[in-house]
């Protein structure tokens, strides 16, 4: 662990110059109060005080000082600290906020590597090996007031306060205007239902009015029929008592004819009666209800079905870009003496700002690169070709391995590359995301999105849009912030947008093929493109909606790599050219 330092105050010159002829610079604190000027050979954190061998050994035994933190004189602070004569402009005493992991300990120290602030707990658990570069605070923040480094993050924070104010207000505005479509979708729901109300009238109307006009037929046929009837009974009726009387009275001749007349009657009405008893007009009636109707409302659970387009914000806030301006800083090899082939990176993902992990398609390899030292700490071969790689916590990756259809986790101890587990995906996975615990990943055989746990559980698989066509055609890269998935697809040129739910929400149309994808704070994100004549890196806004080349008349860029805290764009390219595809590219944003 490298800890820088500064020359002690002048103020203390007086105290650092008394007890014995040799003066030291840093010198053993207890002993200085008993007139004895010994050299610092080790710090107390907890006392704040440097130490003497003796003093330093001493604290190991001593029961009460048994687990002080103590750093040796290679990671001691290289200034001297006295706790009753504070310097005014190092001012240890504001080091009083607390360690988010350690409560009781306060924040100290800054580790340059990790850009972490750190208690003394931290530095002694997680911070001492050599990769670290770690300062003691009061050590490194003189002169920090009104700095560049002070203006600086004032301005973006200034502009990021700026950015959630107009994402505020767009919000807003959506959100009304979404309101308002619903409020339009309520009546549109009650003209709907009315109009299916007046249609089922009419069609009620018409049956009714059918069954009126057979009701009226009915009785007037019945009508008809009864005054048949009556009429015959009054004849017959008559026709019986003529019959009667004459027979009484005894009147022979006019008997016979009245008789035969009663036959030539009875014979007349008898066809009346076959005619009112065989009629085929007289029906009984039931209703048959439509079966498409019946069908219908059973079947159907809904009047009908909301659908939804994303709406898109004002083009004058925050989806708007702001021009970005790249210097190239050099390059560094990903070559090793193990590689049998010439390297293609295809996946590149930061584990510190300064520890690079880079997947080797044509080597099979994982290796793992200290950026600032420009060399490969470790190199882990695999059995078949990686693809690409995410982080999955601190000390775990997660490479895609498309020929056998697996994704391969790696432990990192230690600055040490090891295989642990694997998982069996459906198909031939490519791109790689790990978003809080989750993996997000995409395929070519078939062409979807899967969202997939730690354990290889499937909670979401993406192929089809809302028509059920296909969403995608040669996904290869993906990745993906709290609202949005942003796939990378060469197949279709373009980056496809999606919301958590695997709906489309956004296109962005490139004339190239779309490669590596890298997320920034702001939402927006690189692109790399690549196509003969074209070969750039674009920033895309997070609703992909405009774009910027920001990077242009590179050599077939691939895999791309940001890093938020030192502002820097890392690229590898594919070029079947040993003195492209070996090498990094760094470029720094101004």
Known sequence: MAVSGRKAPQKFASSMSRGSGEDFEIFCQPCDRDDIRLPAFGFCVDCEEHLCESCFNHHKRAKPLRHHTLLDKHNMPQSLQVSSQPDPHALPGDLTKPCSTHKKEMIKFYCHSHNALLCSVCVTLKHQSTACHVDYIPDISGNIVNSKEYRKIIKEIDDMIGIFQDTAGDLKKMTEKSNASLTKVLAEIKKFRKEINQRLDAMENEVENAASSLKKGNDQRLKTAQATCEDVIKDLQESSDSIKQLNTSNKEDTLFMELKTAEQLIKENENKISQLTTHQDVKEYHFQPNLDISTLLENEKSLGTLTTKPLKPPVNVSVKIKSKQFSHQGEFTVRTSQDEEECWITGMILLTSDILIAADYANKSIKMININSCSIIDQLKLDTSPWDVTTVSN??????????????????????????????????????????????????APAKLQIIDLKGKVLKSVTKNTNREDIFSDPEYVTASSSSIYVSDSGKHAVIQLNWQGEVTGTYSVLGDAAGLAMLADGSFFLSNYVDGICNIQNISSDCTRGEVVLKDLKKPFAICWCETNKTLYISSITLDASVDNFVQVYKLS
């Open 395 to 444: 000390d775990k990756l997660a490479v895609t391995q498309p020929y056998q259809n697996e994704i391969q986790f790696v432990s990192l101890t230690s600055n040490r590359l090891k295989r642990k587990n694997t998982i069996k995906v459906e198909g031939k996975c490519y791109g790689i995301y790990c978003y809080k615990g989750q993996l997000i990943v995409v395929f070519n």
